[in-house]
Nanobody
Framework: QVQLVESGGGLVQAGGSLRLSCAASGRTFSRSPMGWFREAPGKEREFVAAIIWSGVNTAYSDSVKGRFTISRDNAKNTVYLQMNSLKPEDTAVYYC???????????????????WGQGTQVTVSS
């Protein structure tokens, strides 16, 4: 089992920044690819970013590429999502997720992620 707890969400004006954190405990975290997904009201959950265990390979959705950066600190069992140049359309509940499969390239598919956090709300005002 892996337990994931997100933090860092909040209300920010358009153009601002937030950094989300996801603290992991339980099963070995350092070998798990980690991902961030988001779910806006009335919309399906969508992929945001992902990172493999070493941090060498990352993946981003087109909508956040160049604005968001995913990173991880395996010593602290924590993954981060730095969000810059935020837009109102980034408003959503953001979820951290852990993939139990060791991969060289992180998956963008939510069904590959077995463990999920409770989510943290990000609201961007115009």
């Amino acid at each position: 089992q892996v337990q994931l707890v997100e933090s860092g969400g909040g209300l920010v004006q358009a153009g601002g920044s937030l950094r989300l954190s996801c603290a992991a405990s339980g099963r070995t975290f350092s070998r798990s690819p980690m991902g961030w997904f988001r779910e806006a009201p009335g919309k399906e959950r969508e992929f945001v970013a992902a990172i493999i265990w070493s941090g060498v390979n990352t993946a981003y959705s087109d909508s956040v590429k160049g604005r968001f950066t995913i990173s991880r600190d395996n010593a602290k069992n924590t993954v981060y999502l730095q969000m810059n140049s935020l837009k109102p359309e980034d408003t959503a509940v953001y979820y951290c997720a852990a993939d139990p499969t060791f991969r060289a390239v992180p998956s963008r598919r939510s069904r590959e992620y077995e463990y999920w956090g409770q989510g943290t709300q990000v609201t961007v005002s115009s």
